[in-house]
T-cell receptor, first 111, second 114 residues
């Protein structure tokens, strides 16, 4: 069973729409969850961290965590073409310190 | 904003050669990491380093790999005898604390083994 799973996409949304990105994880004891953005050929850039069930908002971004269902999501409101990138979900398992990444979802925002 | 810096940005080497990838973590961070990303694949953990010793390593991090913090600012990854399959983007990262603390990544070194 894969540790962190994401739909690889591509997810295509029009400019100004809400983009919804989802992630599931296998380790029920995981406590720390992160969303990173990665432009092609570049390094992962931290967008959000979330540790508790519920929603966490930062500007146009909202992270949602549901530990009972073992999923994390990221909503991007008012999507812009500059948001076009691969979004990586990352989880710290309960058993070690290794931040584990999913394969990422490619988001394309069309002008 | 403080950032993690990596050099070189691109390294080309021949199979069997040794390479050293260099990183300067953010100055007040205490935990250091190396990750790699083979083209088209996911970002994979290699090793974490704290208090001048390896705290965790993956199965990828075999005897060909080593890490060192030779002074108060640099953090290096050495690959002793490179293989074609070592070609990847190598990312250094650092964090203030251990588990649960966000990792901040450098811009990466693209290693090409020919």
């Amino acid at each position: 069973q894969k540790e962190v799973e994401q739909n690889s996409g591509p997810l295509s949304v029009p400019e100004g729409a809400i983009a919804s990105l989802n992630c599931t994880y296998s380790d029920r004891g995981s406590q720390s969850f992160f969303w990173y953005r990665q432009y092609s050929g570049k390094s992962p850039e931290l967008i959000m961290s979330i540790y508790s069930n519920g929603d966490k908002e930062d500007g146009r971004f909202t992270a949602q965590l549901n530990k009972a269902s073992q999923y994390v999501s990221l909503l991007i409101r008012d999507s812009q073409p500059s948001d076009s990138a691969t979004y990586l979900c990352a989880v710290v398992p309960s058993s070690n310190y290794k931040l584990t990444f999913g394969k990422g979802t490619l988001l394309t925002v069309n002008p | 904003e403080p950032e993690v810096t990596q050099t070189p940005s691109h390294q080309v080497t021949q199979m069997g050669q040794e390479v050293i990838l260099r990183c300067v973590p953010i100055s007040n961070h205490l935990y250091f990491y190396w990750y790699r990303q083979i083209l088209g694949q996911k970002v994979e953990f290699l090793v974490s380093f704290y208090n001048n010793e390896i705290s965790e390593k993956s199965e990828i991090f075999d005897d060909q790999f080593s890490v060192e913090r030779p002074d108060g600012s640099n953090f290096t990854l050495k690959i002793r005898s490179t293989k074609l399959e070592d070609s990847a983007m190598y990312f250094c990262a650092s964090s203030v604390r251990g588990r649960g603390s966000p990792l901040h990544f450098g811009n990466g070194t693209r290693l090409t083994v020919t």
